[in-house]
């Protein structure tokens, strides 16, 4: 059997895999890339935020961002949210299936501290309950705003949370 010199013995297989890796790849950026759309659209929306259990007249803050839960030692895992604040609670949604489900749902009598973390020009706000911690970024023009950080962290202290010290940055 000829073979070709240029080509290492079973080098179309690897070929293969690495075509098929390639297109995974991408697959998942395109569903990435469709998930936060989506939640873009689903922040404005006052039906889906009265089916999450909001009164849209109570929301005093409604914004994309993306947040992680931590309540173990295993890494954090990020995922597009709807961030809803009313004058008594801070919530996190999914949307699953064209719906805000929730993630999150504080009374601000029940968060233990808040802190705002700092890298470089970036920020992140960290938020305590109990064992549990939220890393929580507010999104504006398609990336973090340091500036809707920062109000949002204001805004916590002002209503009665109690600042914490920040934790290592969490996350990506």
């Known amino acids: 059997m000829d073979s070709d ?4 013995r079973g080098g179309s297989r690897w070929g293969m895999r690495l075509t098929f890796f390639c297109v995974a790849i991408l697959a998942s950026g395109l569903a990435v890339a469709s998930n936060y759309r989506e939640v873009a659209k689903a922040v404005g929306d006052d039906q889906l935020l009265q089916s999450a259990g909001v009164t849209p007249a109570d929301a005093r803050l ?20 709807v961030y809803v604040q009313t004058d008594k609670s801070l919530n996190l949604f999914s949307l699953e299936d064209g719906y805000l489900m929730s ?4 009374a601000l009598p029940s968060i ?22 939220t890393a929580l970024y507010i999104h504006g023009n398609g990336w ?12 916590l202290l002002e209503h009665g949370v109690r600042p914490h010290e920040p934790v290592a940055w969490i996350g990506p």
């Open 112 to 133: 233990d501290g808040v802190a705002l973390q700092h890298t470089g020009r970036w920020s992140q706000l960290q938020i305590w309950s109990g064992q549990r911690v």
């Open 62 to 81: 409604r914004a994309q961002c993306s947040a992680a839960v931590i309540e173990t030692d295993d890494p954090p895992e990020f995922f597009n949210c």
């Open 103 to 106: 993630e999150v749902q504080l």
């Open 144 to 155: 973090i705003d340091p500036a809707q950080n920062g109000t949002v962290y204001r805004w």
């Open 5 to 8: 010199p240029g080509v290492p």
